[in-house]
């Protein structure tokens, strides 16, 4: 394992929980460098086929990050929707789950939407990750007490089914 360059490790600053794309093309990550809104901050950066960064890192911008904390980023491919945690962006308690449809034609993230309950609770609910077809997923939270505080467990979701309805003559 090697540590990639400044371009995502500013030396004094934390750059953590790394998720790269499908298709191998762009790394997004969170950090507290300079450049951001405050707190941990998602960013991302393209990167070449042996994994080094091709680009200079992009800050998600404003309708991602807040001055809180943004963490744990995963970008689901086929719904281009970037799923994150943040103890911002007026969550019901510590972290919660949030969602942003990515326009590709504008490069630009939608209003965040935070996925409610029962995905998110009063604790720290973070690290969601989907299967393809957004049928199944997997996230870590700590929403169940136990002994010291803190103790993450593993939770699988299962989507509804989607429901399509027409009308017409």
Known sequence: AMALDTTVNVEGYKSVQPFVSMDGSTLYFSSNRPGGFGGMDLWKVYIDPSGMPASEAINLGQSINSKFDEVTPFFHESSSTLF???????????????????????????????????????????????????????????REPCEGGHCYDIYSIKNAPIKIILEGY
């Open 84 to 142: 994150f945690s943040s103890d911002g962006h007026q969550s019901i308690g510590g972290l919660d789950v949030f969602k942003s449809y990515y326009d590709r034609k504008s490069e630009t993230f939608s209003e965040v939407k935070n996925l409610g309950m029962p995905i998110n609770s009063s604790q720290d609910d973070a690290y969601l990750i989907w299967d393809s077809k957004l049928e199944y997923g997997y996230m870590s939270s700590d």
